[in-house]
């Protein structure tokens, strides 16, 4: 029930730990770092269609379900019902968190590349890059985020006399909006070799993930039950299965051209739509109670940190001279290798950052 302040303003109700949820930031979060992980392999064509780099396309491409289902956790979180506190509430309690986390994050890889990579640029070159989020690999996603977040007030009130059916239904169709628009850019550039594509910006990579953000606070009301939500997990695993067939190039051209393995992917849509409502199903949304479940609430928490520190943690494990993964993996060891490494030191990063007073906000 809606809680009334002295004011009479209506808040939002406490919020207790969803198990569910939890476990969808992990796995999202699981998803981005194997990507990254196993970029280095799979577009290496020396080590093409070997056991290794096979894996890593299992891992990279089987894994785009991961920023879409990031937003789908956030639409999740902030769209659900009782979230009705005003926006300049709202906006408190979210950007305090993200803007600093943004803010030093980008200054952390700014400093990185200009020192460890040598990678200097002058000050018109590095303003570019954080206006086209390119300051680093995936930081595009804070602004993505920081975009979904602006604009969600003024989406609660258009939504707001939508029901369930209606929200899913507006969510699917700017989903779908979003795949048509990725499979014919992708189709022209292939038939003409033009490049219709824009360079999207900080102030646009927002767009094409509203579908999703919908998705995520409308399918989170739904009750399904734990048989439909094991059928829906099959779905994700099939296709996901189908966005690795695609991204390994054993697909026939035409449909790699239809179906483009990006995060606007059908198949990647289809997979993260379907492995939200399979857990969701599969995990009543109670409170976390036993030891496992308390462990995955924790590390669903410390996912922002692990998202922007496990780059660094990556490049450390690839020239620490343990194994020779300069320029990526070239054996199944060296793959198991940087994969386990990265997510145990992204955690234990984020974990660390986070009991530290003044550097809890950026984790």
């Given at each position: ?12 109700p ?12 992990v ?9 990254h ?14 056991r ?49 986390a ?107 993930y ?28 099939l ?54 479940e ?48 990265t ?16 550097l809890?906000?950026?984790?």
């Amino acid at each position: 029930m809606t809680q009334v302040v002295a004011s009479g303003t209506p808040t939002a109700p406490a919020r207790t730990p969803r198990r569910d949820i939890a476990l969808l930031r992990v796995l999202a979060i699981l998803g981005v770092v194997m990507i990254h992980v196993a970029a280095l392999t799979m577009t290496n064509d020396d080590l093409r269609d070997t056991r290794v780099w096979w894996v890593a396309v299992l891992f990279n491409q089987g894994g785009r379900f991961c920023v879409p289902l990031f937003v789908m956790v956030s639409g999740a979180l902030v769209l659900r019902p009782g979230s009705l506190e005003p926006a300049a509430d709202f906006f408190r309690k979210r950007l305090t968190r993200l803007v600093p986390a943004l803010l030093t994050w980008h200054v952390v890889y700014i400093v990185f590349s200009a020192t460890v990579l040598d990678a200097r640029s002058d000050v018109g070159t590095v303003l570019s890059k954080v206006a086209t989020g390119r300051t680093y690999t995936a930081l595009y996603f804070f602004w993505l985020i920081l975009g979904l977040y602006l604009v969600t007030p003024a989406l609660r009130t258009l939504l707001a006399k939508l029901d369930t059916t209606q929200l899913v239904r507006a969510g699917l169709g700017l989903t779908a909006l979003t795949c048509v628009w990725q499979s014919t850019i992708v189709f022209v550039v292939h038939q003409s070799r033009i490049d219709v594509s824009s360079t999207p910006t900080v102030f646009t990579y927002w767009i094409p993930y509203v579908g999703y953000f919908v998705l995520g606070g409308a399918l989170v009301r739904l009750q399904v039950d734990r048989r439909r939500g094991w059928a829906a997990l099959a779905v994700a695993a099939l296709a996901s299965l189908a966005t690795v067939w695609l991204g390994s190039g054993a697909a026939p051209e035409v449909l790699t051209k239809a179906l483009p393995t990006t995060y606007h992917a059908w198949t990647v849509a289809i997979a993260t739509v379907a492995l939200f409502v399979g857990v969701t199903g599969v995990l009543p949304p109670k409170d976390g109670a036993t030891r496992v479940e308390r462990v995955v609430d924790r590390l669903g928490g410390l996912t922002l940190g692990v998202f922007a520190s496990h780059l660094l943690v990556l490049y450390a494990l690839q020239h620490s001279g343990v194994l020779t993964v300069t320029h990526g993996a070239s054996r199944l060891l060296e793959l198991a290798y940087l994969g386990v490494g990265t997510v145990a030191g992204a955690f234990a990063v984020a974990w660390l950052l986070s009991l530290v007073p003044g550097l809890r906000r950026v984790v």
